[in-house]
């Protein structure tokens, strides 16, 4: 078998098969192909696709180029989420722990922040002592103590992956439908969990911008964790404005505390209740959405959802009253306030733009050698169809000097409109996808 004859066969629109994919795939992840022919690939589906049959046999040879982690050893059913990436995204530390308060076995692996969209492991870092590199061993046994875990990535998950996402992303193929949702959904294969719930987000601070390109990513991974035996089900989600109300790590885990008191955005509050209940019901701890729902919501009622996240916190070694009082985190000493410019509605709040500030002031990374500060980040005091006067405060930014919160307020007035005219704000959740 040749790479060259692999390559000529995509370029015609020919159907690759699983052997020819697995050579390709084993091949570049051992450094026996070149990146030339790789790319020449890459492309080759970029501009032909691949069909449903190409992209799951994709997946699985991705999925099987390096660890698999078998959690057959756990009780019940094992939820897995995935969020395509957003702006004040705090849903795992929400939702997590209110499906393992409702039953549901969450042994989860998660990634860092890179550019405009945190990570929930540097969020859960923000928490004295925790950690997130963790022996499988271990992992294991907190899950079976608490019912919840979630830590960093392992090294070598899913290595085929990493170099193919590298080499997509300076040749101009990442855009590649097929190879985007063969990236995420061998991952979370991997990861070995039953069912698996995505949350796609669409909007100005998603990757996919409109909700057609959603709905057209969302199908095809549900339709990939059915052809390998995972029921799968993605909720397509507004990402056009941060969620929540605040940006940056610390911030994020206490606004998340905030949100299993019974508490907070009533945006996020919403959402996170909904991809609770999706958990729930894939876990089978529910026999309807309807019962779902309302287990969510008791969870969060009684107080068992935020117990579980301390719990979980004092296993991995945090301290555990950082969230039964989370005033307790460092806030990042600078703060500017940020005044509205005229009186009238805030018309656009970019949610692209909130990132890029927060990374401008010291929360988020532009490399993977960045460094971040875990009290550094954004409060909206306003958000997106609210009501301003000239001068009132909107947000207030935090770093560790003034220099670094004037770059910051720079990069957030770029992100915001104020206008005569209260602009229409859509649901949170505009579709769901399942298979059937």
């Given at each position: 078998m040749r790479m060259y004859d692999i390559i000529h066969k995509k370029r015609g629109g020919g159907e690759l098969t699983r052997e020819e994919l697995r050579f390709f795939v084993q091949g570049f992840t051992r450094g026996e192909i070149p990146d030339y022919q790789a790319s020449a690939l890459l492309m080759a589906i970029f501009f032909r696709g691949m069909t449903r049959r190409e992209t799951g046999d994709l997946t699985l040879e991705m999925a099987g180029s390096g660890d698999r982690v078998d959690l057959s050893a756990l009780p019940g059913v094992k939820v897995d989420k995935h969020s395509t990436?957003?702006?004040?995204?705090?849903?795992?530390?929400?939702?997590?722990?209110?499906?393992?308060?409702?039953?549901?076995?969450?042994?989860?692996?998660?990634?860092?922040?890179?550019?405009?969209?945190?990570?929930?492991?540097?969020?859960?870092?923000?928490?004295?002592?925790?950690?997130?590199?963790?022996?499988?061993?271990?992992?294991?046994?907190?899950v079976k103590r608490t019912g919840l875990s979630i830590i960093g990535?392992?090294?070598?998950?899913?290595?085929?992956?990493?170099?193919?996402?590298?080499?997509?992303?300076?040749?101009?193929?990442v855009e590649s439908l097929p190879l985007i949702a063969s990236s995420i959904m061998s991952k979370k294969i991997a990861a070995g969990a039953d069912a698996i719930l995505l949350d796609v987000k669409v909007g100005s601070g998603a990757f996919m911008k409109t909700l057609e390109d959603s709905r057209a990513l969302a199908r095809e991974m549900v339709r990939i964790g059915s052809q390998v035996g995972r029921q799968t089900v993605a909720l397509i989600t507004d990402m056009d404005m941060p969620l929540g109300r605040k940006i940056g790590n610390a911030l994020e885990v206490q606004e998340a505390v905030e949100v299993l008191s019974g508490k907070g955005d009533h945006r996020l509050r919403s959402l996170c209740l909904e991809l609770s209940a999706n958990m729930v019901y894939l876990g089978r701890q529910a026999e309807t959405m309807e019962e779902a729902r309302a287990k969510a919501v008791e969870a969060v009622r009684s107080g068992g959802a935020l117990e579980k996240l301390r719990q979980m916190a004092e296993a991995q070694g945090g301290d555990g009253s950082y969230i039964t009082n989370p005033?307790?985190?460092?806030?990042?000493?600078?703060?500017?306030?940020?005044?509205?410019?005229?009186?009238?509605?805030?018309?656009?709040?970019?949610?692209?733009?909130?990132?890029?500030?927060?990374?401008?002031?010291?929360?988020?990374?532009?490399t993977k050698e960045s460094s971040i500060d875990f009290g550094a980040g954004i409060i909206l005091l306003k958000n997106k169809g609210d009501r301003v006067e000239q001068g009132q405060p909107i947000a207030r930014?935090?770093?560790?000097?003034?220099?670094?919160?004037?770059?910051?307020?720079?990069?957030?007035f770029q992100a915001l409109e104020v206008g005569p005219q209260a602009p229409q704000t859509g649901p949170m959740i505009l579709d769901r996808v399942a298979e059937g």
């Open positions: 990436g957003g702006v004040g995204d705090k849903t795992s530390l929400i939702i997590g722990p209110i499906a393992a308060a409702c039953g549901v076995t969450i042994a989860k692996m998660s990634g860092r922040g890179l550019g405009h969209t945190g990570g929930t492991v540097d969020k859960l870092e923000s928490i004295p002592g925790l950690r997130t590199d963790i022996p499988r061993q271990e992992f294991f046994d907190i990535q392992s090294g070598n998950l899913c290595p085929a992956d990493k170099k193919l996402y590298a080499l997509r992303d300076v040749t101009a193929t005033e307790r985190f460092t806030i990042s000493p600078a703060c500017v306030e940020i005044a509205a410019p005229q009186a009238g509605y805030i018309t656009r709040l970019d949610a692209e733009g909130c990132g890029l500030a927060a990374v401008e002031l010291g929360a988020g990374r532009e930014l935090y770093a560790q000097s003034e220099a670094l919160c004037r770059r910051g307020e720079e990069r957030f």
